[in-house]
């Protein structure tokens, strides 16, 4: 305070030395400054300011203790306000490469032909059903009309084919029954050609029987007690007995040689005990059996078949042993009849296809949605498998998440998301929850991968694609379009719900099979 004080009073000393500038000269000072000694000058400051030194601490102490409690109560009320925030932060996931997207339904004629109508346009809603084009169908009714007239033919082939089968099968029961003649009239030969030969053996014995009454006629006549006339009546009965014993043998040699047996006069029954199979009648009636049936495709079973064998053969595979019933059987398994048939199946598919490809004229939606990509009028001319627009649907549809490899581990299927889109903003949000994890980085199932051989490795965070479905869309009041952002929530520290909840990997799904007769039969 001392130094303070000389220095203002040497400042006045010097103020009054400093020249008028208005005057131009230089003025002395009014009175002689008074000097104060240094005791008297400290004195003087030192007493006011010991004074005032604890009401000017007490003072900034309130005022620090006012600034903190304004800052304590700031704090507290930007945490209050934060709270659900920080709670939300602390208790998601998420990533803002996320998109819409959804299935697309191809639409694309099956049949080639020229465009008759285009009934529907670009953004126009359908459903699944609606008629969206029409080919000229005209082409595709006269190939019906000729292929219903192939089956017509088809049918009356068959009709023809059956007629001229149930004829054979007619014959072949005659060659049986004159089989079976044949075998029994051997059979009734034979027994003439036995009686014939007891006749023989009978004529023998009325010879001998003549030749020894013609010996005592003799004896009689010579002795007188017979007549010359009773003499030739002896004579005459022995030579009708060996005329009658010669005719005999004639017949049963003749009976031998209608069954195709040499002459054996000393043996006349010397007949092969397979004579009723070998007859030459009996073959004959064979050979036009095995005719017949091969006629109808039925082969037997060895070619060496008595025909004894035969018939024995066809009556166990007669149902009942009856012939009716295997006629039934030759008629029905006929290889005419079924080739026939065949033939009748094969237009009547040919006929089922003209009939598809006449249906396929009209294009129908497979799906509900909306029109896109329409690049058809008509008057074109397309071909099968062309694109000629395609169906959006409005309720297929799911956001895929790039979440990062880091973020993985929180996620898992079932987990509830909240799913924000720039579209709507803050107006409103929707919910979904994830069903599965792609099985490759957007790096692996690129086309051309950024990493090769060449050593240009560079380590970056790899993003994994996730499916999140919406629950509860209803796309006509909110509707969201494939390829809007979104910006998914994971609520990871929430139990995770629904079909395959708490899995990364979504379990084998139950696919029906198939046998491949049932495909053939379908």
């Known amino acids: 305070s001392l130094s303070m004080q000389a220095e203002n009073t040497g400042a006045g000393f010097r103020r009054d030395l400093v020249p008028n500038s208005e005057e131009g000269a230089e003025q002395p000072a009014a009175a002689a400054p008074v000097i104060l000694s240094a005791n008297q000058a400290n004195g003087s400051q030192t007493e006011p300011e010991n004074r005032d030194a604890p009401a000017v601490k007490k003072g900034y102490r309130r005022k620090k203790l006012t600034v903190g409690l304004i800052g304590l ?5 930007a945490c209050w306000l934060l709270r659900s925030w920080i709670w939300f932060a602390l208790n998601t996931v998420s990533t803002d490469d996320a998109y819409l997207d959804g299935h697309v339904t191809m639409v694309a004629p099956r049949v080639s032909g020229q465009v008759l109508k285009v009934l529907v346009d670009d953004n126009q809603r359908v459903k699944k059903g609606d008629l969206l084009v029409q080919l000229d169908p005209e082409p595709y009714r006269v190939q019906v009309a000729i ?14 084919t059956r007629a001229d089968v149930e004829k054979t099968v007619a014959l072949f029961k005659s060659s049986w029954f004159l089989l079976v003649h044949s075998m029994e009239n051997v059979e009734k030969q034979l027994a003439m050609l036995r009686s014939n030969v007891a006749l023989v053996d009978k004529e023998n014995a009325t010879r001998v029987l003549a030749q020894k009454d013609l010996v005592r006629i003799r ?9 010359a006339e009773d003499l030739d009546v002896a004579v005459a009965k022995l030579n009708e007995a060996e005329s009658n014993v010669t005719s005999a043998k004639e017949v049963v040699q003749e009976n031998r040689t209608d069954l195709g047996l040499p002459v054996n006069i000393e043996k006349p029954l010397d007949v092969p005990p397979d004579l009723a199979e070998t007859y030459s009648l009996v073959r004959e009636a064979q050979a036009n059996l095995l005719q017949q ?3 109808v495709g039925y082969v037997p079973r060895s070619d060496k078949l008595t025909p004894t064998g035969l018939m024995q053969e066809i009556k166990k595979e007669s149902p009942q042993g009856e012939l009716d019933l295997f006629c039934r059987q030759l008629i029905m398994n006929a290889p005419q009849i079924k080739q026939a048939e065949s033939r009748l ?7 089922a296809s003209a009939e598809l490809n006449l249906e396929y004229c009209n294009i129908y939606s497979e799906i509900d949605g909306v029109i896109t990509r329409r690049n058809v009028n008509p008057g074109n001319y397309v071909d099968p498998g062309q694109s ?27 987990q509830r998301v909240r799913l924000d889109f720039d579209m709507y903003g803050d107006t409103h949000t929707f919910y979904g929850r994830i069903t599965g994890f792609s099985m490759g980085t957007g790096q692996t199932l690129a086309l051309l991968p950024s990493q090769n051989a060449t050593g240009n490795f560079i ?9 999140i479905e919406l629950t509860d869309y209803n796309p006509d009041h909110d509707t969201l379009f494939t390829g809007l952002s979104a910006v998914p929530y994971v609520f990871y520290k929430e139990p995770a719900t629904g079909p395959n909840a708490g899995m990364r990997l979504q379990r084998n799904a139950p696919v029906p099979s198939v046998a491949p007769a049932q495909l053939e039969s379908e």
């Open 345 to 351: 199946v094969e237009t009547q598919k040919q006929l």
């Open 73 to 77: 109560v700031l704090l507290l009320s």
């Open 219 to 227: 004896e009689l006549v010579e002795r007188g007690a017979a007549t």
């Open 147 to 160: 292929i219903q007239s192939q089956v017509k033919a088809a049918q009356t082939d068959i009709n023809v």
């Open 388 to 414: 000629v627009m395609a169906v959006r649907s409005l309720t297929e549809i799911w956001v895929n998440a790039n979440f990062k490899e880091t973020q993985l581990d929180y996620l898992r299927i079932g």
């Open 293 to 295: 049936l091969a006629s």
């Open 459 to 467: 380590k970056i965070v790899q993003r994994l694609p996730v499916r």
